[in-house]
Each structure stands twice: as structure tokens, then as C-alpha cells.
């Protein structure tokens, strides 16, 4: 079956469509469903959102539809990726969608990263595996790569990872994961690791490399405001099961579930703290303002 890139998927097909998926643990008898019965679609150029706290069953969600679940566990049910189902699907299928139809932003970037490889080494290895490019033309992608997670240096490109700051890391490994161009974008907690003064940076980057790409984006967070700045809809796991679904302004104005509506009440009383905090100035400034719109 050939891969489909989000640009040749035909008119209407989601890039994503994950009907009746688990993710379980063990076997048999002693098997235990770590995430139940989630389906979800996520159309070209689309955002959605995971939110839920930890252990709900965000991370797993996310790897199981890319065949990156962790030894012992299994997947159930079904994701159909770029036109290619990826639920029991072998590595020699599931290889080229990663990268083309699929890349991953997490939330430590020093996992992405090689420690003992220069970055910009790291930042030529998709673009020459994915995008055949060579010689000059992949220097000049590279230094293309860095400007656009706004890493202006060129002397960055030599730098070591340990070098960086954890801002720059998740800088580089957004541009190792947009390389490939990717249809679709997993942006896993990219933010909860760094220090509250760049995640406004990252997200606000990420959010317009997303936006100027035309990525789909399945975005992953326990934080609800993070949440409703980056996508319009979202998905509520509790417990590895999706307890409630829709339009993030309208899950904000009335959630239907107790859990959503604590999550509500949560980010609420978060923003209510930070404008004290600030003496009720707005709290845009560290990536919490109320106002989804944004200035991204
Ligand atoms: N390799 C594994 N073996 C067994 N259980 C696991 C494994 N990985 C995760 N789990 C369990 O599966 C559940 C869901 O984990 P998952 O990582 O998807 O949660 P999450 O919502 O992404 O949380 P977090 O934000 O903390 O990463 C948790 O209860 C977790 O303990």
C-alpha cells in the first residue's frame, strides 16, 4: 500500500482516523487496557488536542498510532495514518510514514537528540534521508532549519546538545522533527520541561510553523489554557477512556463532564492566582492568557 502525504491524501480523507483503539499491557488473562475505546480524526491542517492528567493515556494514544508503543505493550482496534493502517502493522510499513506522514515533538528534547552528534548533523539527517537533499542545497536547508525555529546563529549547527540551553534543544528538535514535513505533528507536553519564560517562545513557534506548513497537529497537554491556545478541539482522557469531546470554546463555557468541568474550574483558578500574582495584568506574557485567538 503506498503512503499518502497529507497534500496527495484524497479530498477529504483525514490525515488520522483512530476508530475503537486500547493499548494494553500483558496478555491473556492478565492483560490490563491502559487506554479504552478512543477514536478520534484529525482532518489536514487541523489541530486537536489531548488533554487529561497525568497517566490518563495521552502518550500512549500517541505512540500506539505511530507503532512506537514501548516492549509489552499492544495495540487494538484501529488508526488509519496518511491512507495506512498502522495497528498491527509491520516495521517495514510503519517506517516510512514516520517522519513524512507523522514527527513527534516530546517533552525532553534531550531524548530526541544525540548527545555525541553536532545538531546540525542531526538537523541534515532527515533532510537528506526524506528529502534527498545534498552537498550545498542541504548546508542551505540546515541554516533554513535553524532560522526557522529562530535559532539566527549559524554557529549553532556545531554545537553539541549539552551545549544548548533546554529552550534551543526543543528549538532543534522541532526543526529535526519538521524536516521530514510531516502531514501531521505530535507535539507531546513540548513545553512542560522548559523554564516558564521560553514556553511562551516554543509554543508561540510552534504554533506558527504549524499554521504556515498547513500541519495537522495533535497536541498533548495536561494544561488546559495551553491546550485552547494551540488547537480548537479537544479530546478529555480519564483513566485511558475519552470522557467527553468537542469544541474547545464550548467545553470551556460548559463542560458536560465532572472531570472536564474540574479542569475548567483548575485553569480558572490558575489564571485568577497568576493575574493576582501579577497584580491583574493580563498573564499572555507567560503563555496562559485566556484569549485562544493569541497574537501567534
Ligand atoms: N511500558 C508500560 N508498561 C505498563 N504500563 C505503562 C507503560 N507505559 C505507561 N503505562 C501506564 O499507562 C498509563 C497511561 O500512560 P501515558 O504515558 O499514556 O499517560 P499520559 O496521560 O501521557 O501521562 P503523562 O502526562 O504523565 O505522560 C499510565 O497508568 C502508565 O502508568
Redesign the pocket.
Known amino acids: 500500500m503506498s503512503v499518502q502525504t497529507g497534500e496527495r491524501a484524497g479530498a477529504g480523507a483525514p490525515l488520522l482516523r483512530v476508530e475503537g483503539l486500547t493499548?494494553s499491557?500483558g496478555a491473556g488473562a492478565e492483560a490490563?487496557e491502559?487506554?479504552r475505546g478512543i477514536s478520534f480524526e484529525i482532518a489536514a491542517g487541523e489541530r486537536v488536542g489531548?488533554i487529561?492528567?497525568?497517566?490518563?493515556?495521552?502518550?500512549?494514544?500517541a505512540?500506539a498510532i505511530a507503532g512506537l508503543?514501548?516492549?509489552?505493550?499492544s495495540a487494538g482496534g484501529s488508526a488509519v495514518l496518511s491512507g495506512v493502517e498502522t495497528i498491527g502493522a509491520s516495521e517495514a510499513e510503519l517506517r516510512p510514514l514516520r517522519g513524512p506522514a507523522i514527527g513527534f515533538v516530546f517533552?525532553e528534547p534531550l531524548t530526541a537528540l544525540d548527545p555525541l552528534m553536532r545538531v546540525g548533523r542531526q538537523i541534515a539527517e532527515p533532510l537528506r534521508r526524506h528529502r534527498g537533499l545534498r552537498g550545498a542545497e542541504l548546508d542551505r536547508a540546515v541554516a533554513e532549519s535553524l532560522t526557522e525555529v529562530r535559532l539566527e546563529d549559524p554557529r549553532l549547527a556545531r554545537a553539541y546538545p549539552h551545549e544548548l540551553s533546554g529552550g534551543q534543544r526543543q528549538r532543534i528538535a522541532i526543526a529535526i522533527a519538521l524536516a521530514a514535513r510531516p502531514a501531521l505533528l505530535v507535539a507531546?507536553?513540548p513545553t512542560?520541561a522548559l523554564d516558564v519564560t521560553v514556553q511562551a517562545e516554543v509554543l508561540g513557534l510552534l504554533d506558527r510553523l504549524v499554521a504556515e506548513r498547513g500541519m495537522g497537529l495533535l497536541f498533548?497537554s495536561?494544561d488546559l489554557a495551553v491546550v485552547s491556545q494551540q488547537t480548537s478541539r479537544v479530546l478529555v482522557?480519564r483513566a485511558?477512556e475519552a470522557v467527553e469531546r468537542g469544541a474547545v470554546a464550548d467545553l470551556v463555557r460548559a463542560p458536560q463532564h465532572p472531570y472536564t468541568a474540574q479542569l475548567v474550574s483548575h485553569a480558572r483558578a490558575l489564571d485568577a492566582a497568576l493575574d493576582g500574582a501579577a497584580g491583574g495584568g493580563s498573564t499572555a506574557a507567560d503563555g496562559r492568557g485566556g484569549d485562544a485567538g493569541g497574537d501567534a
Open positions: 493499548v499491557a490490563t491502559l487506554v489531548l487529561g492528567e497525568s497517566g490518563s493515556g495521552k502518550s500512549l494514544t505512540l508503543l514501548p516492549a509489552g505493550l517533552q507531546d507536553e512542560t498533548i495536561h482522557l485511558g
